[in-house]
């Protein structure tokens, strides 16, 4: 048991988040995604299950430990609607809010069409499913740097 973790943050989770360094991808998605095939083409070919949750609470519990790389111009990438590229459902505006909360300024998120966003989320390190239930609640987010007036 540990003190002021964030208990969706298990040690599996824990143990990826903190091998990961500066630019490496996290995948977080949804329950659509295909994510065990994906994750085993990741870095470290592997799928940490968050089952029963949900993209904003996932997303805050990551966050809580996780800098976004604050050196490229959008740290979040997210998968565009087919057939409607410029739609942003709730869920991803939700994530946004989530990571602009976290960040104390406002994030930029990219858009990869859903070919392109598979193809870049098996480049990644790993990758976390969730139950969201709301489609196109998948992300990718890059892993930044925490300073030492930040650590």
Do not use: W
Request: charged share 20%; proline share 7%; with cysteine.
């Amino acid at each position: 048991m540990l003190k002021n973790i964030d208990p969706l943050l298990n040690a599996d989770l824990l143990f990826v988040l903190a091998q990961m360094g500066h630019g490496d991808d996290l995948v977080l998605v949804d329950r659509n995604f295909p994510a065990r095939s994906v994750a085993a083409s990741t870095t470290s070919g592997t799928l940490i299950r968050a089952d029963g949750s949900d993209i904003p609470a996932m997303a805050r519990s990551i966050f809580s430990v996780f800098p976004l790389d604050s050196f490229v111009g959008a740290p979040i990438s997210r998968m565009e609607v087919v057939g409607a590229p410029d739609d942003i459902p709730d869920v991803q505006r939700d994530l946004q809010q989530i990571a602009h909360a976290a960040e104390g300024s406002p994030v930029t998120m990219a858009a990869l069409d859903r070919m392109a966003f598979y193809a870049t989320a098996k480049n990644a390190f790993a990758v976390v499913a969730t139950s969201e239930a709301r489609p196109y609640g998948c992300f990718i987010l890059k892993k930044g740097v925490i300073f030492p007036d930040n650590a």
